[in-house]
């Protein structure tokens, strides 16, 4: 069974304060892609990557691919009130319309 | 953008009842998803359909049924719903792989 481990699975900080959230797994993924949830919304999409040790940037929010795309972490510089939310990752093992999903990361950044 | 809407945000029910939750994505998306989400489970997937009339099961389709008479509506039918079928049930589109939820429907069996 594919699993992807996300930690921690609260974290609460201040405002200003950086913080990385981890997507680990023992399997191998063709993609990965990162979700913001709010409270009472469903998930909105924030990036995907495809290739080993890719980086991408949103902003304040840095998105990396682990070298043998088996993990991924979302950094967040600054964290701001608004970055609050429940972030989950998912991945695609292969060519699967299904994809697999991390139990996500409750963020609650205080002012 | 990519509109993905449910008919209802609440929806308050009796054990028994039979329930049907609308989903309805206006991007001409293949797949189409049901999940239901609750507290240190996080998304589990009930059905997707991959084309109109086509349907395969997720990881908890007991209790639950899905009909695709047309590309953009995806319905999620509860047949005699129970108390552990309350949740939070998010409808999803997707392409290539990345999916495109609605905001949720909040389902309490009473």
């Known amino acids: 069974t594919q699993l992807l481990e996300q930690s921690p699975q609260f974290l609460s900080i201040q405002e200003g304060e950086n913080l990385t959230v981890y997507c680990n797994s023992s399997?191998?993924?063709?993609?990965l892609q990162w979700y913001r949830q709010e409270p009472g919304e469903g998930p909105v999409l924030l990036v995907t990557v495809v290739t080993g040790g890719e980086v991408k940037k949103l902003k304040r929010l840095t998105f990396q691919f682990g070298d043998a795309r088996k993990d991924s972490s979302l950094h967040i510089t600054a964290a701001q009130p608004g970055d609050t939310g429940l972030y989950l990752c998912a991945g695609n093992a292969g060519n699967n319309r299904k994809l697999i999903w991390g139990l996500g990361t409750s963020l609650a950044v205080n002012p | 953008d990519v509109k993905v809407t449910q008919s209802s945000r609440y929806l308050v029910k009796r054990t028994g009842e039979k329930v049907f939750l609308e989903c309805v994505q206006d991007m001409d998306h293949e797949n189409m998803f049901w999940y239901r989400q609750d507290p240190g489970l996080g998304l589990r997937l009930i059905y997707f359909s991959y084309d109109v009339k086509m349907k395969e099961k997720g990881d908890i389709p007991e209790g639950y049924s899905v009909s695709r008479e047309k590309k953009e509506r995806f319905s999620l039918i509860l047949e005699s719903a129970s108390t552990n079928q309350t949740s939070m049930y998010l409808c999803?589109?997707?392409?290539?792989?990345?999916?495109?939820f609605g905001p949720g429907t909040r389902l309490t069996v009473l």
């Open positions: 399997s191998v993924f063709s993609s």
């Open positions: 999803a589109t997707s392409r290539v792989q990345l999916q495109f």
